[in-house]
């Protein structure tokens, strides 16, 4: 009599189906986030047993004209470090849910336009008045723009009708965004969110580029 074949193990569920879902949730979530996304392409990172377990190796996103919080991006591409999820939700058909915190690198453009539209706003006005008075010795800010690789801050001073300008030089420092007047006078360091650094920050091609990392917190 032949022996019994010992029986095989049960495999994974599918990596694709469970992706797939992982996906769409992870899209919903980020819209959920944002104020508009114009478009969004998001690569994910794991194999079906550990997604089972609540674990994503990774994700990596490229996003194209993205309002978050008021700032208009031009582009946004961001890699993450593990994530830990709940698919047991989505696999009933509710929304994704994060566990922990998870970190994120990458990088994040800015027109000039994009610029001046966000500091116009009401969340963003004192910010964009302080960065006058620091760069140019009054406010309101009445313009901005990058003009080849310098951003160039205006204002216009009670009874005068001609905007003062000063052309900028942006770099990173100590995490934050530091904005330089070329001329060597006045220096502006922009408060940040401790959750994130800045790493890199240049103009080139019309933009205004920021490296960094950042910790997001379900």
């Known amino acids: 009599m032949g022996t019994i074949p010992p029986t095989p193990a049960e495999p994974p569920p599918p990596a694709g189906p469970l992706l797939g879902l992982l996906s769409r949730g992870l899209e919903l979530w980020l819209r959920q986030q944002c104020e508009a996304i114009e478009r969004l392409d998001i690569q994910l ?3 079906a047993a550990q997604l089972v377990l609540g674990r994503l190796e990774g994700v990596r996103l490229l996003a194209r004209r993205v309002v978050f919080r008021k700032l ?3 582009r946004v591409e961001l890699r993450s470090g593990p994530i830990q999820i709940r ?3 989505l696999l009933r058909g509710q929304s994704l849910r994060l566990e922990q915190p998870f970190a994120l690198q990458g990088t994040v453009a800015f027109t000039g336009d994009d610029l001046g539209r966000s500091l116009a706003t009401p969340e ?3 910010l964009a008045d ?3 008075e620091e760069i140019l010795g009054l406010s309101p800010l009445s313009g901005l723009r990058i003009q080849e690789e310098r951003l160039v801050l205006s204002a216009t001073g009670a009874g005068s009708p ?3 300008e000063l052309a900028t030089d942006v770099e990173a420092v100590a995490g934050r965004l530091e904005l330089r007047s070329v001329d060597g006078g ?3 360091r922009l408060p940040m969110d401790p959750s994130i650094r ?3 920050a240049f103009l080139a091609a019309g933009l205004l580029q920021l490296e960094g990392e950042a910790l997001v917190s379900p």
Do not use: M
């Open 198 to 200: 800045i790493e890199r």
């Open 162 to 164: 001609t905007p003062v």
């Open 72 to 74: 208009r991006f031009d």
């Open 186 to 188: 006045p220096v502006a």
């Open 45 to 47: 990172q794991g194999s």
């Open 130 to 132: 302080g960065l006058a």
């Open 124 to 126: 963003w006005r004192s």
């Open 87 to 89: 698919t047991g939700g």
